[in-house]
């Protein structure tokens, strides 16, 4: 859970080079096995939970628990599994599927 959005969340150890808060866009869309999601629930605005993959190293972008994509980005993977942040992330453009993941 992330909280309330208002109260700053202190990183783990002291500092830490994981990001607040990315833009990015969500990778294989087609291939998660749930584009009819996609296609028919998911509108602008919708908040996505992330999860890492330790099988290929990517992260699993989910839509009320089912997955809808994945996110390629090193960094974001290390700061979930090492640091164990958590990171949820909003579409802010259905068309080019451009997110905002934000740290909890």
């Known amino acids: 859970m992330c909280g ?3 109260t700053p969340i202190p990183p783990p150890d002291g500092g830490s080079p994981c990001p607040k808060e990315i833009i990015t866009e969500i ?5 998660s096995g ?3 999601i996609w ?3 998911v509108t602008e605005g919708s908040i996505f939970t992330l999860e890492i993959d330790p099988d290929d190293q990517t992260i699993i972008i989910k839509f009320e628990d089912k997955p809808i994509g994945r996110l390629f980005n090193r960094n974001l993977y290390k700061c979930i599994k090492e ?3 958590s990171y949820n992330a909003v579409l802010l453009d259905k068309e080019s599927a451009k ?4 740290r909890c």
């Open 4 to 6: 309330d959005g208002n």
């Open 27 to 31: 990778n294989d869309i087609l291939h």
């Open 34 to 36: 749930n584009i009819d």
């Open 39 to 41: 296609e028919k629930e």
């Open 83 to 85: 640091r164990e942040y």
């Open 99 to 102: 997110i905002r993941v934000y």
